[in-house]
């Protein structure tokens, strides 16, 4: 048993209900799956609780939770090879005065964890800044600093740069004041000792996982959706949770009920489509929250394409009988991924890139082989030797990854104890992290 101590928090471990979940756990779930053994996860109330199990006889095996090998930390633990550089950011406020340097934080109310290097770097500035004051504290985490400044309780907070860009599209009012000191690397922390048989396999897993890519898939997987929102696209986002969400929730609801689909999939659809405008038009005829094609509306008994209830049932209808009609040896979830391809493309289209992924020599059943052939069947090398032809094959690439952002997003946003209360109010926050048991694994479509 490997037994691995962690923080419950968005970038490294929580459950939702589809159960355990975050980047630092499926990183160590795949060390423990690599050593054939079984992984039990413990959360700590704070930092110095992860170092002190380290240190204790039963403890933890392994600390994975977004740790940075700080001087002040080398005798507590020994580290492994650094899998994520980060930066540590100041966070402040929208409409507030933008600090630009150390010496601006003098006379400001900030806040940071206990025992984070962040509150090293801030002892070590206050050498400089005699007058700077900053207040530690254990009864918080990173999204509670971040919401603590969105709502002014606090004017700045000093967070790494991959937190940020986890929680930043839920707090549309906090920004990046600057850049504290140079990039830190994350790495894993086992306890200090002679024995480094563990920190050996560590190591190479770390260097695997590297060499093998699967550590950036990871990586864009839990952070991607940033570089594909871009920043001003994350916060409009935001905005668009609380402003227009709660408008049409029900019915992508009843529409996901209906049709046995997650209604957040279907929400995420209709964001990528429209924003959720119910009276989009396109240049080429497409209208509606979901942009309906006239044909596709008629066929889906759709009488009025600008009636959002009307637009999302049909939607979800369609985006079904795509599904369906997929071959049968596509699974999920790259079966969720090859639908919405289709979705946006056709699935005549979507069959010419499976069988120019297959001729490649890649698998015609997997998104991420048939995600890198699709751009082709927009070059006339390519298309030429399809049945259908020509197609702008890179669109539904994008379509693809904004809507798995999107999806994140409004999965995280919301968790189980939200549902049908702070969403349909309007009154989006981060939800709490949810602690009841794993729920049975569903899938999006």
């Not at 630092?24 to 959360?43: P, T």
């Amino acid at each position: 048993m490997l037994r691995v101590i962690t923080r419950n928090s968005p970038s490294t471990y929580f459950q939702d209900r589809n159960g355990e979940t975050g980047f630092e756990y499926e990183l160590v779930k795949r060390f423990a799956d690599d050593l054939g053994v079984e992984l039990k996860i413990e959360s700590a109330d704070n930092l110095d609780d992860i170092f002190s199990s380290l240190n204790r006889e039963k403890g933890a095996d392994l600390a994975t939770a977004g740790l940075v090998a700080s001087p002040a930390r080398l005798g507590k633990a020994r580290f492994s090879l650094p899998y994520m550089e980060v930066t540590p950011q100041i966070i402040y406020r929208q409409g507030q005065r933008r600090p630009t340097r150390p010496e601006d934080l003098i006379s400001k109310r900030i806040m940071v964890l206990k025992g984070s290097v962040h509150a090293e770097q801030l002892a070590n500035l206050k050498l400089q800044f005699p007058e700077l004051n900053y207040e530690e504290s254990s009864a918080v985490e990173v999204v509670d600093l971040l919401r603590m400044v969105d709502e002014g309780q606090i004017d700045l907070t000093l967070i790494n740069s991959n937190e940020l860009a986890m929680n930043q599209v839920y707090f549309p009012n906090v920004r990046v004041a600057f850049d504290l000191g140079d990039a830190l690397n994350l790495a894993w922390a086992t306890a200090p000792g002679e024995d480094t048989s563990l920190l050996d396999e560590m190591n190479a897993f770390i260097e695997r996982a590297i060499a093998n890519g699967s550590l950036q898939r990871l990586k864009d997987r839990y952070y991607g959706h940033v570089d594909v929102l871009g920043y001003v696209g994350a916060y409009t986002f935001a905005q668009h949770l609380q402003q227009r969400l709660p408008r049409y929730e029900k019915y992508f609801k009843e529409a996901g009920a209906t049709h046995g689909i997650d209604w957040r999939m279907l929400a995420a659809m209709g964001y990528q489509e429209s924003l959720w405008e119910p009276t989009a038009t396109s240049k080429t005829g497409v209208r509606g929250l979901m942009m309906l094609t006239l044909r596709t509306a008629q066929a889906m008994g759709v009488s009025n394409r600008l009636d959002p209830k009307q637009s999302i049932n049909g939607g979800a209808k369609y985006i079904k009988v795509v599904r369906d009609q997929l071959p049968e040896s596509i699974q999920e979830p790259d079966r969720t991924w090859f639908a919405l391809a289709a979705y946006n493309i056709g699935s005549g289209h979507l069959d010419d890139a499976r069988k120019l992924t297959k001729a490649e020599g890649l698998d015609p059943d997997k998104w991420l082989d048939v995600q890198k052939i699709l751009p082709r069947l927009s070059q006339k090398q390519w298309y030429s030797k399809t049945r259908y032809g020509y197609a702008r094959g890179g669109e539904p690439v994008h379509f693809v990854r904004n809507i798995r952002r999107y999806y994140d997003i409004l999965t995280w946003v919301t968790q189980p104890q939200l549902e049908g209360s702070q969403v349909a109010e309007g009154t989006l926050h981060v939800p709490g992290i949810d602690k009841r048991p794993p729920a049975t694994q569903t899938t999006p479509l």
